[in-house]
């Protein structure tokens, strides 16, 4: 009986936080069905109603609301009692939820992941890769890899590197077009801006020599939400954009992009690791943090130090 109440906690938990039964299920791997049960037998034990439920939302009552502050700290020191234990065996187990900008999770997460699978092989990890701020409390995630200023001041953020980008066109576009020598050309030419989804803001890079600047912030001809798209469009021959080097390095060697004002240096964005408030750090968790906290220091491309730069 005391396990079955820890279940249904974990349930109530995952439900309040994902806004419905059927994610909640999906996250814990049970059948909608079983989730119910859980939560109904819940309800019947405490003598008092959790969750309101829509036709389009789930959400907790007061008394949901303040059982599920408790609750959530009871399954927390609970996960973290039995990974520590795992650990003591030298073993960390269980599954880690994290998100990350599309370019980290291609560029360097993915190509990795199977000396994370080495050192680590009973992590069970569950990747999300999206230009997207998620909440990490309230779609179950439980770390995220985020580029900038971090704006939410309640998340506990660790610095890992940078995200390195340049001023590239394809030769197609460059042909029929004005040349560029200094950033002054570049009024003549036209632009592909990235925007971040959710907020919609622009990413107004900055080109930068010596004590000389000059920020790119000519009206975009074209506006994506996607870095891979903007990549794209860039190698349709569409217009200028600022990309992450990563993700093009490839395309420079083999001349399908080329880069533009290699002498004036691209602001970089700073990228940190993210993850919500807790008394203790769950030891998986931790694990992911530390090995990918190696790759950023050991990658040219992303470590903060690489090539002089860090901004």
């Known amino acids: 009986m005391a396990m079955d109440r820890i279940e249904a906690m974990r349930a109530f938990c995952r439900i309040v936080e994902l806004g419905s039964f059927s994610g909640a299920a999906e996250s814990l791997n049970l059948a909608s069905t079983t989730i119910s049960g859980q939560i109904q037998a819940l309800e019947r034990v405490l003598e008092v109603k959790l969750l309101h439920r829509s036709t389009r939302k789930v959400y907790p009552t007061n ?110 576009y460059l042909q029929s077009r004005p040349p560029i020598t200094q950033p002054t050309d570049l009024v003549r030419h036209q632009h592909l801006r990235f ?64 880069e533009l004002l290699p002498d004036w240096e691209l602001d970089s964005m700073p990228l940190s690791l993210v993850y919500p408030p807790t008394h203790q750090l769950s030891k998986r968790v931790q694990a992911f943090a530390k090995w990918v906290s190696e790759m950023f220091d050991t990658h040219p491309l992303w470590h903060r130090n690489a090539m002089g730069v860090d901004r």
């Open 195 to 258: 925007k971040f989804p959710g907020t919609g803001k622009r990413y107004m890079p900055r080109l930068r020599h010596a004590d000389e600047s000059y920020p790119l912030s000519q009206t975009p001809h074209l506006v994506f939400n996607n870095a891979s798209a903007i990549t794209a469009a860039t190698v349709a021959g569409l217009g200028i954009a600022a990309v992450p080097r990563a993700e093009v390095e490839h395309l420079l060697q083999t001349g399908a992009l080329i």
């Open 63 to 172: 008394e949901g609301a303040a059982y599920y502050q408790r609750a959530r700290k009871v399954i927390e020191d609970i996960d973290d009692l039995e990974s520590s234990v795992s650990m003591s065996r030298g073993v960390a187990r269980g599954r880690v939820v994290v998100e990350m900008p599309t370019a980290v999770a291609i560029y360097l997460i993915i190509p990795e992941l199977q000396d994370f699978g080495r050192r680590y092989p009973e992590i069970s990890l569950e990747v999300g890769c999206s230009e997207r701020t998620v909440g990490l409390m309230q779609e179950g995630v439980d770390c995220a890899i985020r580029g900038g200023e971090i704006a939410d001041q309640e998340l506990i953020a660790h610095p890992l590197g940078l995200m390195r980008f340049c001023l590239c066109a394809s030769a197609n």
